[in-house]
């Protein structure tokens, strides 16, 4: 279905040139007036809103406020022949997804701004979607996908998790692998019975092997009772081993008699007891490598590692990001008490270029620090990345990726471009207007888009 997109302005050249530019891939509804934009408002939901500043009988700060206050989380633009920087400031502090100049000089970039819009749009709407279906699921785990690589990934736990068969996940820390085992427990066949997890990396070996077998009274010191172990109270249920690469030799050996016999014994007890849970397993290691090397068993890891599902770096799902980030924000202004929002279109630029090394759970500690710290109101690249912060480093500009789209280049280029000539002018803004011939109200604007500020 094509997203729709609604314009207002009292211009009908501008109407028509951003209709001409929008209809191959959008619904579109134009108004020349607050209240034929109402009407329309009212009869249809809109993805985005592109708002002219001034109007006959309104001023477009005013309304697309108004609108905001029945959708919330409305993306809007705002478009003006007048270009004022107070006018830009107050259209942020709203809220508004970004603010441009009339007449558009560049209408590629127009088309950029737009599509960035309509993803964000997009994500605010993933989540909606995602928090009513937990309503109406409960106990399904939250999953944000939206990238090729997650959805085959989806895919492939789909097909495996009605099948009682072992299941190794692999992938870097932070990819989400606990999370994608608490969604083969949700869609298997156990599913009404427990869901047990242990981090194997985080017990020594006799800890671990009590927790996991039980034992008796007396069978060590400070056994004062007997008690039960997972592998007994997982009950039919889905037993989950993360780090499963740091499990002693000992225990891999006891592992794979219980999965090979069915049974198990208590720590200090003679007495076999059957064993009836399906197992998961994570590593952020590559197990294959581990084998070679001598630290894992061979026949465990054959054993284990019947399906093997790899969970991709957040790198290798950037789709992924601006969903991610706007349910992190949304939970934790919810958390947090906060009105934190929307991001500016340099901060998201600004996330998607990050490497992310430590992956999904490095975005959402970026996500909660930036809403803890925040004051309220659109979060700009210096709210998420202060100054220091390593996460903020990306790629060169002076030589981007091959890969990159144009629009991403061109975006980088004239990021980069800003800030030297910024430097080169010593700072001062008018003097920086000047040597790029750009009007200085039009430089601001650029600046508040790219996060830039001045001492």
Excluded at 376 to 399: E, K, M, R, W, Y
Excluded at 414 to 443: D, H, K, M
Aim: proline letters at 5%.
């Amino acid at each position: 279905m094509l997203p729709k997109i609604l314009v207002v302005d009292d211009d009908r050249h501008t109407r028509n040139l951003v209709a001409r530019l929008l209809t191959p891939t959008a619904t579109v509804s134009l108004a020349a007036d607050a209240d034929e934009a109402r009407a329309l408002f009212a009869a249809a939901d809109f993805n985005l809103v592109l708002m002219d500043q001034r109007l006959p009988d309104d001023d477009g700060v005013s309304l697309l406020r108004e609108f905001r206050s029945r959708r919330p989380h409305l993306v809007g633009i705002l478009m003006t022949g007048f270009a004022d920087v107070r006018d830009a400031v107050a259209a942020v502090r709203e809220g508004v997804f970004d603010y441009l100049t009339k007449p558009f000089e560049d209408l590629e970039a127009l088309e950029a701004v737009i599509g960035k819009a309509l993803e964000l749009d997009r994500a605010y709407r993933e989540i909606h979607g995602l928090r009513a279906r937990l309503s109406s699921e409960s106990g399904t785990p939250n999953v944000i996908a939206q990238s090729p690589a997650m959805e085959r990934v989806l895919g492939q736990i789909r097909q495996v998790a009605g099948l009682d068969t072992t299941v190794l996940l692999e992938g870097e820390s932070g990819t989400g692998k606990e999370l994608a085992a608490k969604l083969i427990h949700a869609q298997s066949m156990r599913a009404d019975k427990p869901f047990l997890e242990v981090n194997c990396g985080g017990l020594a070996e006799t800890l671990l092997e009590s927790l996991l077998f039980g034992y008796e009274k007396g069978a060590f010191t400070g056994a004062s009772q007997a008690n039960a172990g997972y592998f007994e109270k997982t009950r039919g249920g889905n037993l989950f081993l993360d780090e499963i690469a740091d499990m002693s030799p000992k225990l891999q050996s006891s592992l794979l008699r219980v999965l090979q016999d069915h049974s198990f014994t208590r720590i200090g007890s003679t007495e076999p007891r059957m064993a009836d849970f399906r197992l998961i397993c994570a590593t952020n290691r590559s197990l294959l490598a581990e084998v070679k090397a001598g630290r894992f068993r061979e026949d465990l890891y054959y054993r284990i590692a019947v399906v093997t599902i790899r969970m991709p770096p957040l790198r290798e799902r950037t789709g992924d990001i601006v969903p991610l980030t706007t349910h992190f924000l949304d939970h934790y202004c919810a958390k947090f008490g906060k009105e934190c929002g929307p991001l500016t279109p340099a901060a998201l630029q600004a996330l998607e270029s990050c490497p992310w090394e430590g992956n999904v759970r490095q975005l959402q500690h970026c996500i909660e620090r930036t809403v803890a710290l925040h004051a309220g109101g659109p979060i700009d690249t210096l709210h998420l990345f202060p100054a220091g912060d390593h996460a903020a480093s990306t790629p060169g500009i002076a030589g981007p990726a091959p890969t990159l789209r144009y629009q991403e280049a061109r975006a980088e280029f004239e990021q980069e471009y800003f800030r030297r000539l910024l430097v080169a002018a010593g700072g001062n803004v008018s003097e920086a207007a000047r040597l790029s011939g750009i009007p200085r109200q039009n430089f601001y604007v650029r600046m508040k888009r790219w996060g830039i500020v001045t001492n």
